[in-house]
């Protein structure tokens, strides 16, 4: 028995005034003596906000999990504190709260009883001291590891108080066919456990020892302060032995209710979640999804157990509570993803809609040219694809395929990819579709992230799978070798879907504000996110480009580009998948479009930057029959990046007959705006600087508004279509996405300040990260990212500018314009490559750094030349400025003149 | 009003009293020489010299004081009694002539521990970390100065960094003599950035904190062009200006450091006189980053500077076609 004590000062980030001692009647049935009392440390910021004469909206009630304490919780204690500090001398009112954070008994610096606790007695601990606290509502509670359980049991106890539950990475459940994660498992062993947990501080610093990045030794010290020996660490073990591994243990009862408890819950709720955890990986997060599938969810990428050190998550927490648990005016800022869906369009007809009206059609509905079964080009008719997708969907049904269950497709665009993916979202699954040429780093990431329930693949994909553990059941597009597929743990081919849904009625359509797809970002901009939309969105997204491009039934359509290619039997077309290596758009050669122009007849053609460069590059094997063919081309897009004027013009000239355009839009926005070839021959001007690329005026129902940069290059302002004002680019459409996945921070981040009114009341915005302007004319012109600004003591600088100023110096080939140094005070340098290629990197000689400086209209710090600028692999034509940057202050800070 | 300029024989110091001058203020110097200036009285004397020093702060109303020992080799106890003795002494007789403005210039070195600078703001004055004895003693000083700061008795710190022009026997020359004899290498890649200070902004920085200092008083202020740029495209400039070739040759900068540091000792141990070719500190200077957050300088002193550095290389270029 060791009484509570104050913890020793100074601790790291620890303000001592916060911490005190409370006393707590024990319970009578606990065997004690009724007059005796145990005595718990807690963080209570309470007196201090009385002192600063602030009511608070509510009380943070913070449980630490094992082996941590409240110390856990230090910055939240004084973000909260300092956040009603702030807001009490403006008249703004930012509410204040209360943050309790309290030391569990047998932990930190309270009271060492020498009792052993269950989970229930936990939970009734901390009844009790609330109860010795008064505590009166609302109270949030905010949990950590086996504290969120403790939590929520308290949450669940206590519904007239419970305002909302908040909790960093826990778990509620053990899935009984999954085993239990082998750190605890080690530490669970009996022979291990007393020794890894109390006899040494094994236990302790492992935890410790999975901060991102490292935690410092005043931290990992604060966190050792008090287990600094055997007898003060009995609480560890105790907390381990606690465990419910099995049903037969004594806590898994309480459990079981706790978590059963949660499916009633509904106060607003927020999970923050590390996932590099190898405690609670994602499987656990996606548990209490399906608990409580109204939660706002954030995933940090690259954060892991200890998610309370690696990010912010004290400014996260009280940013939701303002948002979501005190509502105030703005409704932007509390619509919550996917709530703010307008009404359905009466335009709105289900992406398989051509499948069923032309499921007697012998037309042709899709082409292969290169199938992996066979050297001729494989046509599937709308017959035959209408049953295929018919069988498979209603044999995703027979294998338990459930509406809202992720299928992660990881095959290449051709007749079965269109197959599954119509079939999924026909049974209401999401699908998950994350582009190869994100890599097998970012591909991996991002499947597991979305953590699909079902993955469908062919035997690359599936063996990448199985290699990286990547979550979900798998099912092979051909059948595999019962060795193999027993190997790859491959429980279905599609062939057996296609033979178990053979006359099998097809379940209820989803409704048009069901989720559809997760589309995963390209990457180029940071980890990749996945983007959320439902039916009625992703049909909305066939119209638009029906509507823009006059593509509809009896179209042959040349889909060389993935996202619009999948959209072909939506659409009505014919669609046909060039040969190519569809993981490396560069692959595309002029010759394999014309065979697929003459194979399906086709007049509209769709195809990449990076596509079209190698189309270009290889226009000298066209015969005349490819050139006649290509003349019937009606209406040719490159899609996905931007492209310069005479690529366009040079892979234009190649079909004589076409429109070129180029439509500006990404992951999250299809297509916003469009322009043509004469038009972009307009907007570039012959004299003047350059400030940005001309993307054309909104297409297809979108709306481009600017939200205004302020000096330091925060776009502050309201969205508007002021021409010439520079800004972030908002838009909207009714094709944009619904949310993003497991990122709602992101999500607030791209609905800030889109608050609307009136007419528009009912649109769906979206902030780009993009930065541009309006012309008076209505034109939207790029100017850049918004991660890319370049922040100088005299302003801030678009990066897109000074890089088409620096394009117009002859021996310029490419630029690209970075800032060096802090923000506020940073150097505008160029850098380029050159025509002919440099060998090397070096500083540019003195004519061509006086040739850039006179060419761009803003200060030049250097000008570095480099043999090629880095570029994003999906695309091969996004320059990765932010990577540049840190490459160039590295040169010019002394550093190795090593390439970017 | 009457301005004192300590060290008015030097390229700033006489640029800096001719300006005052020309502004209409009564201007004394202090220095063991003539100043050559036209229109001011001279004080000729050492810092170290009581009666010279309580002689020349005597009925003036400021003090701009330059008078330092500048070079990058020499005995530690010359740098100390110059340096800090000197201005501790210049700061008592001040303070008991009732003089109220003290602009001490000092030098962005005095914050520099040998890492490279890029885009911060002035930190405080730190001798421990200093490299070389013109910094440690420009630290050390510049504490004495600032810790003297009273709403009576003003003191303000500013550091011109690297500062240049026509004229200049400091740093243009010695770059331009050794490129001449072919002496001048690029330490490393000769990419690091380096912000320097044209002549007429140091001393219009200057006169700006002299006629401010109400403002500024108590803080210290790096001063420069604000407009950094690659160290070999500063010294090729200034090589194009004075009409010699731009170096060409290159030693590692790792390479130079260990040099200078080996020639720096055998220099003094040898009893070498004049400065040794290479120091550490030199080495250091030409191959790191050095460049300046002027954002607040520029607020506080109400002063921009007027000559561009493409301005100043013309001007140096014009200057050495005349001569």
Redesign the interface.
Known sequence: MQSARLPPVPLDGLDERFSRLVDVPREAESGAAPDRVSTWHILDNGDRLAELGVKPAGTILCVHGNPTWSYLWRRLVSAATEMAATGAGSAAGTEAWRVIAVDQLEMGFSERTGRTRTLADRVLDLSGLTDELQLAGPVVTFGHDWGGVVSLGWALAHPELLAGVMLLNTAVHQPADTAIPAPLRLALNPALLKASTVTSPAFLETTLALAHPPLTRAVKDGYRAPYRSAARRGGIGGFVADIPVGPEHESHAALEKIAGGLRELTVPSLFLWGPSDPIFGDRYLDDLIDRMPHADVHRFEGAGHLIAEDVDYAQAALGWLASRVQPRSDPAEVAAPGQTTSVTSAEYRPLWHFLDELEDSVETALIEMRPATGARPLQVSWQLLSRRVREIAAGLVRIGVRPGDRVSLLVPPGADLTAVLYACVRVGAIVVVADAGLGLKGLSRAVRGAQADYVIGRLPGLTAARALGWPGRAISTARLPAAVARTLGVSWSLGELARLGQDTPLPPEPRPTQAAALLFTSGSTGPAKGVVYTHGQLAAVARALSRQYGVGPGTGLVAGFAPFALLGPALGTTSVTPDMDVTAPATLTATAVADAVRVARASVVFLSPAALVNVDATKAALTDSDREALAGVRIFLSAGAPVSEHLLARAAALMPNAQAHTPYGMTEGLLLTDIDLDEIRQTVPVVGTPSGVCVGRPAAGSRVLVSALDDVGDAVGSPSDTPDVTGEIVVSAPHIKDHYDRLYLTDRQALRGTGVTGADGARRWHRTGDVGHLDDVGRLWVEGRMVHLIRTPAGVITPVGPELQSERVSRVARAAAVGVGPAGTQQLVIVVETSPASRRVRLAEHTLAAEVRAAVDAPVAAVIVVPRLPTDIRHNSKIDRAGLADWATGILSGGRMGKP | MKVLVTGASGFLGSTVATALVAAGHRVRTLQRGPSKVAGVKDVLGSLLDPEAVSCAVAGMDGVVHLAAKVSLAGPAAEFDAVNVEGTRALLTAATAAKVSRFVYVSSPSVAHSGD?I???DAGPADPVHARGNYARTKAEAELLALAADSAEFQVVAIRPHLVWGPGDTQLVERIVERARGRRLPLL??????IDTTYIDNAVGALTAALENIDRVHGAAYVVTN?????V??LL?GIC?AAGVQPPTWRVP?GLARGAGSLIEQLWQSTGGKDEPPMTRFLAEQL???H?F???RTRRDLDWHPSVSLDEGLARLAASYGAA
């Open positions: 490279s890029m885009g911060d490393g890649h000769g990419a690091a950035l604000g407009e950094p740029r690659p070999a495209e090729a194009r900068a191959s790191t980053a460049w957050d002027q954002r």
